[in-house]
Each structure stands twice: as structure tokens, then as C-alpha cells.
């Protein structure tokens, strides 16, 4: 079975659609379903042919398919065009139309995205929080949250981030990655390899910024989003694992062709991604080549070998060589190793992390950021039992 992903028709919206988007959403008398609807009208985005097709209960009404999409649709998950995954954005669509906000955002905004599920919603908080902290005041920025189990509580402590030009958006993706069987370590869940798929979910956006959710970001966030990708289609990191690890990785996989990146950081080129058919291509890897051991990344660095821009280390700075002394990393971040101020962003890579175990300095930067984290109580609870130690000792 492929990945079914169909690519917009029509490109980012001109200026001249822009200007008269922007008429739209300063009028006066229209009522905002008038202003959405129209909007999507003059976009070209909704596809009045599918939409009927789909929901013969809506072409059997009198209702205009468009104001039925603004008034109802987008809150009951039906998609306004073939390409838009109508079904993941219900949540989202309670309090703004989904396909309409992302057609007046996506000129200046860079979604960053993360995917969790309910086990991991305190240590994304405390990513989430290094952000916030380090955001200029006019800074914008829209965090989607990726998932499946959330309970309803957590998602109420997590969007208490959310403040103006901070906004925190829920996306569940259990319906749409229901029919795809992800392969790979056995030990990493369907949700966390479905990545793949963020490309497909962010279709007007120009870029997007993946990362995982066991990392503090300890600078502005804008300086990684701004980095020109060039003609790659990502830009990501170098994984710091031990020949002795890509050696026994590699023993019945195909070989690698370039430097390994490591995945948890990937500000990925939506439309490249989507028109080289990679969700595709690195999904067949996984059905092809399966391994109890080898985990997405490795499929995705056979597949962009030869298109990715490999950015500089502080922006996924991987923690584990620090904890087994690499030597061949050491003398590579030596001058982040004497400034640790300088690291972008800390990746708390292997089983070890800052919540269960104490690295010198290093663990000082994830604090840091915790104690800002209507988790925080938690975090420090889970820390002092598995160490014995007390935050306050860090």
C-alpha cells in the first residue's frame, strides 16, 4: 500500500490574492463566515466538484458547498479539497477554520511540530517552553502537536503556553495514519515514524520544522527557521553515533551513501519533499527493508542522501556522545563544549535523559526551562525517584 498524497493545485497564494485576502479580513460588515468563505473562493483552495462528491448529503441540500465547509464542515473533519486532510484538524477547527487559517498564515509563519503522545506531554512542555522563552516579543509562531492519545487534561496544560503570537494547535493524526503499517524498531511507535507525513499536513507552507520533543531550544527558534535550504529539500544535523552502532545498523541494510544526519531536527522544503514523492519513497524503504533495529531515521537518510544541507551542530546538539566520552565528537564541539550558551538546541539522545538521569552543566539547561512548565512538579517528582538526587542539588 502507497501513501495517497495529493499535492494543491494551485501555488501560494500571489500578492494580488494576498492583497485581496487581506480587504477581506479588515471589512467591517461581513460576518466572518461571509469573510471565509469568500476568501476560499477567491483562493482557488476548495474544491466544490470533491467536496460534493464526498458528502452527497451536502449536494442534496440547498446549502453552498463553501459556506457548508465554513459553518460545519471543517468542525466535523470533512475536507475541503483532495489534498487537505480535513479529518486531522477537528480539534483546531472548533475555534478557527483550519484550511482558512493556514491559507492567511502561511506567507509568514514556519509551523514547528512536534509528535507525542500522552507519556510524553511534560518533556514536550518543557520543549515548548525553551521556545516561548527565547521568542522576540514580535516574534510569531504556531506549535502543532501531533497525536493520537493526549488525555484532555495534559492538552489543557499545554495550551496554557499558548499566549498572543504563541499559538498551541492539536492534531490528531490517528485516522490518517490508520491504514499505514510503519516498520522499524520495535520500540518506536507508529505515531513517532509517521513524520513522514508532516509535509502532506502543511501543503502551503513553503517550509516546516520538525523536532522531537526530548530537546530545550536555547536560542531564538527564527535563526534556524530562516536558514535558506538552497535547492535541498531539508536541513538537518549530523548523528553523532559510534562506528561500532552504523556498523551493526548497516549489517543487513542497504548501505548509506552520504554523512548520517540525525532526524530529531529537520526543517524540511514542503514542496520538494512532496513532489519527489519522498513520503513514498521512504515508506517503501520501511516495507522493504524492515529491521527490528533500525529506526525511521536510518530510511530517511537512505532517501535524501543527496539532498540535504547539513547545518551546523549547535542546532541539534546530541547529548549522548558527552555521556559514553566520544572522542572524535569531542574534539568536533569543543568550542560549544567550552560555551554550552552557544547550543542551540539540546537533543537529549539515547535511553539516558535529564528527567531520569544528571549530566555536569548539561542538565542545568533543561531546569532551566522545566521550571517553567506547568509540569514541573511532576518532572521533578520522576527525576528525584529515579536518581535519588533533588533538583535543587543540580
Not at 500571489?14 to 483562493?43: C, H
Not at 440547498?62 to 457548508?68: G, S, T
Not at 517503501?284 to 529491521?291: A, Q
Request: aromatic share 14%; glycine share 2%.
Amino acid at each position: 500500500m502507497e501513501i495517497h498524497t495529493n499535492t494543491h493545485p494551485t501555488k501560494i497564494p500571489s500578492n494580488a490574492v494576498q492583497g485581496v485576502l487581506e480587504k477581506i479580513e479588515n471589512a467591517r460588515q461581513p460576518t466572518s463566515e461571509f469573510k471565509i468563505s469568500t476568501a476560499l473562493a477567491i483562493s482557488g483552495l476548495f474544491d466544490t466538484n470533491y467536496y460534493l462528491e464526498q458528502n452527497p448529503d451536502v449536494a442534496e441540500s440547498d446549502i453552498d458547498p463553501i459556506m457548508h465547509y465554513t459553518l460545519y464542515g471543517a468542525k466535523e473533519g470533512r475536507s475541503p479539497a483532495k489534498w487537505f486532510y480535513g479529518n486531522i484538524f477537528t480539534e483546531m477547527a472548533k475555534y478557527t477554520n483550519p484550511l482558512y487559517y493556514h491559507l492567511k498564515t502561511c506567507r509568514e509563519i514556519i509551523p514547528i511540530v512536534f509528535i507525542a503522545d500522552d507519556s510524553f506531554a511534560k518533556y514536550l512542555s518543557v520543549a515548548i517552553c525553551s521556545i516561548k522563552e527565547n521568542k522576540q516579543k514580535h516574534d510569531k509562531h504556531d506549535i502543532y502537536i501531533l497525536h493520537k492519545d493526549i488525555k484532555t487534561e495534559n492538552k489543557k496544560k499545554l495550551s496554557k503556553l499558548s499566549s498572543p503570537n504563541f499559538s498551541i494547535h492539536f492534531l490528531n493524526i490517528e485516522k490518517a495514519i490508520k491504514d499505514y503499517l510503519f516498520c522499524g524498531a520495535v520500540h518506536i511507535s507508529s505515531i513517532a515514524q509517521s513524520k513522514i507525513l508532516i509535509p502532506s499536513f502543511f501543503q502551503l507552507y513553503h517550509k516546516v520544522l520538525y523536532i522531537d520533543c526530548d530537546v530545550v531550544v536555547n536560542n531564538n527558534i527564527n535563526i534556524l527557521l530562516n536558514i535558506d535550504l538552497h535547492d535541498n529539500t531539508i536541513g538537518a544535523g549530523k548523528d553523532f553515533c559510534s562506528s561500532q552502532f552504523m556498523s551493526t545498523l548497516q549489517k543487513n541494510m542497504p548501505p548509506l551513501k552520504n554523512t548520517y544526519f540525525n532526524s530529531g531536527v529537520m526543517l524540511i522544503n514542503t514542496n520538494k519533499f512532496l513532489k519527489k514523492n519522498m513520503q513514498n519513497n521512504i515508506y517503501n524503504l520501511m516495507k522493504k527493508h524492515k529491521s527490528d533495529m533500525v529506526v525511521d531515521q536510518y530510511y530517511f537518510n537512505l532517501a535524501l542522501y543527496d539532498s540535504v544541507l547539513f547545518i551546523d551542530n549547535n542546532w541539534n546538539f546530541q547529548w549522548h556522545p558527552v555521556i559514553f566520552n566520544h572522542d572524535s565528537f569531542k574534539e568536533e564541539n569543543k568550542e560549544y563544549l567550552k560555551n554550552l550558551d552557544r547550543i542551540g538546541i539540546l537533543h537529549f539522545t539515547s535511553h539516558k535523559k535529564p528527567w531520569n538521569h544528571y549530566v555536569p552543566n548539561f542538565s542545568n539547561i533543561f531546569w532551566k526551562y522545566a521550571k517553567l512548565s506547568p509540569f514541573y512538579s511532576e518532572i521533578k517528582s520522576e527525576y528525584e525517584h529515579a536518581t535519588g538526587k533533588t533538583v535543587e542539588d543540580i
